[in-house]
Nanobody
Framework: QVQLVESGGGLVQAGGSLRLSCVAS????????MAWFRQAPGKEREFVAA????????AYSDSAKGRFAISRDNAKNTVYLDMNSLKPEDTGIYYC??????????????????WGQGTQVTVSS
């Protein structure tokens, strides 16, 4: 089992920045990919970004590319999502997710088996 706990959400004005954190515990040695998803009110949950736990490869949604950055600190079992130039349409609950491996090739945008409880991000116009 892998447990995930997110933090860092809040209320920010458009154009501002936030850093989300996700601390993983449990069978972290089996984790191959960590990702961030979000769910806006009335919409389905969507992929935002992913990173290989061992480092190197990252992937972003079109809406996140150029504004968001995913990173990880293996010593702290933590993955981050730095969000810049935030827009009102970035509002939603942000979830951290983990997928066990091995995983080869492109980072997956679905099939994650472990999820955090979510952290609310609200961007005001």
């Amino acid at each position: 089992q892998v447990q995930l706990v997110e933090s860092g959400g809040g209320l920010v004005q458009a154009g501002g920045s936030l850093r989300l954190s996700c601390v993983a515990s449990g069978r972290t040695f089996s984790v191959y990919v960590m990702a961030w998803f979000r769910q806006a009110p009335g919409k389905e949950r969507e992929f935002v970004a992913a990173a290989r736990w061992s480092g190197g490869t990252t992937a972003y949604s079109d809406s996140a590319k150029g504004r968001f950055a995913i990173s990880r600190d293996n010593a702290k079992n933590t993955v981050y999502l730095d969000m810049n130039s935030l827009k009102p349409e970035d509002t939603g609950i942000y979830y951290c997710a983990a997928r066990l491996g091995p995983i080869y090739g492109s980072l997956p945008r679905n099939g994650y088996g472990y999820w955090g409880q979510g952290t609310q991000v609200t961007v005001s116009s």
